[in-house]
């Protein structure tokens, strides 16, 4: 298995459910409920990392491709009101 850090978005929350069903068993003995709860938090904190990332790269991605249509359109508004100066 995959150390925690290295893990995808889909394999820690498969992990997660692993670790409810575990702490849904009334099997599991409490100190092994307050191990398996310590193990859950911190593969979520990663997870939720992980989704926050993810955000931020879209918002990158879509701030990029704003900008990006942005410059052309000012590119495209310059050369047009050059074309009508020779024009005129």
Not at 27 to 37: A, G
């Amino acid at each position: 298995m995959k150390t925690l850090n290295s893990a995808s978005f889909e394999e820690k929350l498969q992990e997660i459910e692993e670790i409810l069903t575990k702490l849904n068993d009334e099997n599991t003995t409490l100190k092994d409920s307050i191990e398996l709860f310590k193990k859950g938090s911190l593969i979520a904190r990663d997870a939720s990392e992980l989704l926050e990332n993810a955000q931020l790269e879209i918002q990158n991605f879509k701030y990029n491709l704003q900008n990006g249509f942005s410059e052309q359109n000012s590119a495209l508004n310059d050369t047009s009101a050059q074309n009508d100066e020779l024009f005129s």
